[in-house]
């Protein structure tokens, strides 16, 4: 045997915190809609979000997936993106001696602002990036009122 690793007892103690935390911060941020069922014991996939007046820009980390495991959809100004990771199969008569990336369902809902034009929304995945473009509605961009 190489070596024989083993996560102690503290060092799941101190990921569950880890993960406890991350949850209580995004629902500070309301962020994440963490009392829907359909999120219990998924992962959820590390974002960013970014918004201009024209659009606002979700990219999301989905390394190892392809666009016939991801589910975008958008209801009540809240984005949600479902799927799943395939495990690696391991070769016959192989073990693991280090397992570390996580494989399974994910989810992950952001609240949006008001106003985004649903019909013009584009997703796209790429190298394990998955972009979802927000257009925002004619009526909520900003816009300059001239004097007469």
Same mark, same amino acid.
């Not at 013009?120 to 990036?129: L, M």
């Given at each position: 045997m190489l070596v024989q690793l083993r996560r102690?007892? +503290?060092? /799941? =103690?101190?990921? #569950? $915190?880890?993960?406890?935390? $991350?949850?209580? +911060?995004?629902k500070a941020f309301n962020n994440v809609v963490s009392s829907d069922p359909q999120f219990v014991g998924k992962l959820s996939p590390a974002i960013d979000v970014v918004e201009n007046e024209n659009e606002t820009v979700l990219v999301a980390e989905l390394p190892g997936v392809s666009k016939e495991d991801v589910k975008i959809?958008? $209801? /009540?100004? %809240?984005? =949600?993106? %479902?799927?799943?990771?395939?495990? #690696?199969?391991?070769?016959?008569?192989?073990s693991w001696v280090r397992n570390e990336i996580r494989t399974g369902e994910f989810a992950r809902s952001v609240k949006l602002p008001k106003g985004i034009d649903a019909g013009?929304? =584009?997703?796209?995945?790429? /190298?394990?990036?998955l972009k979802v473009v927000l257009p925002k509605a004619e009526e909520v961009k900003p816009r300059e009122i001239r004097i007469n």
């Open positions: 102690s007892p +503290v060092q /799941n =103690t101190l990921w #569950n $915190e880890i993960a406890n935390f $991350e949850r209580e +911060v995004d959809s958008l $209801e /009540n100004d %809240i984005l =949600t993106v %479902i799927g799943s990771r395939k495990s #690696n199969a391991l070769p016959e008569k192989a013009k929304i =584009t997703a796209e995945i790429s /190298n394990g990036i």
